[in-house]
């Protein structure tokens, strides 16, 4: 495990078109002050995980503005992971205690692990349909047009398999009638994208950001076909252990204060989290992180509500009528709200810019069913 000073962490992007991110430190080891909270106790050490992506650049702001050391948090931030499914291993295997995952999660539960669902680091518990820091990017002489989906049929489409960029894809498909035998579907890493685009190995990238952006400004000719659409209901989440949530509770209630105020931070300051991206993601154009943060702030709701849970069976659903996961599971037994809104109900100011919860989609403490066809949350 990697531990770099306070507010001097720093993720480095890969040089070329690759880019791989790395994380660097850029001092010595923690000084005695790090492991002392503002109110003179000792801060409690928590260790946390992320994959280098802009929806994912909560984390660093709220260590870098300060928001953990409010809370008497002690934070970490591991070394970031190239996949979501890395980043549950290392939570597996003990070297992280909150991971930053979407999708992936689906698959570790399905494979037995106990893990639960505290909130979002991108999505909404405002609305169901929600993707915008989502876009789909074409190689010149692809024959996809731009604005058209449709056109899709017949093409080689990048995406990393298991991700929230192929269940986009899936949407997407059954959106525009079609099915993934319609395309050809390839496992590319976001990073390789690129890569994969400039040399025809690919006709179309779909990601997250920055990747696209990336994309379109490295490779010669490409070109955005499509951005967001409403397709899926993110997937975001906060994830830990269910035991050791039930062991630090308190915790993890400083952990979700923490994270609540530094996305209503970036809320208001779009241009600020775009600047903490571009530190952080040493490598990333300022420019390219401040677009791609306008985009990031249309998801950044940590709240959990019924379209919350419904987005996860949607998923569900749609992955295992394909024949992309094995099994199901109910999402009830994985999601955790009491934390969060216990955080709404004591520090209501964290979340009086967000759009009002649909009454039929709220949720109070941990006792809440989730009923598939109830209604609670539509599009």
């Not at 989502?134 to 449709?150: I, T, W």
Request: glycine share 10%.
């Amino acid at each position: 495990m990697f531990q770099a000073p306070h507010r001097n962490r720093v993720l480095s992007l890969g040089a070329g078109l690759s880019m791989s991110l790395v994380l660097v430190a850029c001092g010595g080891a923690p000084t005695p002050a790090d492991s002392v909270a503002e109110n003179g106790e000792e801060s409690v050490a928590v260790n946390a995980g992320l994959v280098g992506a802009i929806d994912q650049i909560g984390l660093p702001a709220a260590l870098d503005q300060g928001f953990f050391e409010e809370q008497g948090l002690d934070v970490t931030v591991a070394e970031p992971f190239a996949t979501g499914t890395d980043q549950l291993n290392a939570l597996e295997s003990g070297q992280i205690d909150i991971a930053q995952v979407g999708s992936p999660a689906i698959g570790a539960i399905l494979s037995g692990a106990d893990y639960v669902l505290l909130g979002n680091y991108s999505g909404s518990a405002a609305q169901l349909g929600i993707d915008e820091t989502m876009a789909v990017v074409a190689r010149d002489g692809s024959g996809v047009e731009a604005g058209d989906l449709s056109t899709l049929r017949g093409k080689k489409i990048g995406v990393a398999i298991g991700s929230i960029n192929h269940l986009y894809l899936l949407s997407a498909l059954a959106e525009n009638d079609m099915t993934p035998d319609d395309v050809s579907i390839v496992n590319t890493p976001p990073p390789d994208m690129a890569v994969a685009l400039q040399t025809a190995g690919i006709d179309v990238a779909i990601g997250w950001d920055p990747f696209p952006l990336l994309i379109l400004d490295q490779v010669p000719g490409s070109y955005e076909v499509a951005r967001g659409g409403g397709y899926i209901g993110y997937l975001g989440y906060l994830v830990a252990k269910r035991d050791w949530v039930e062991q630090n509770r308190d915790t993890v209630k400083k952990f979700l204060t923490a994270r609540a105020a530094a996305d209503q931070w970036m809320r208001e300051n779009p241009d600020g989290g775009a600047e903490v991206a571009a530190r952080w993601l040493s490598s990333l154009d300022p420019a390219i992180a401040e677009e791609a943060m306008q985009y990031n702030v249309e998801q950044l709701d940590p709240r959990i509500s019924a379209c919350n849970y419904a987005a996860l069976h949607e998923a569900i659903t749609t992955l295992h009528g394909l024949g992309t996961i094995n099994g199901t599971f109910d999402v009830n037994d994985v999601f955790v709200p009491g934390p969060i809104n216990e955080v709404m109900e004591e520090s209501p100011e964290l979340f009086e810019d967000l759009d009002e919860i649909p009454a039929s989609a709220v949720i109070e403490g941990d006792d809440f069913t989730f009923e598939p066809d109830g209604g609670q949350c539509s599009r």
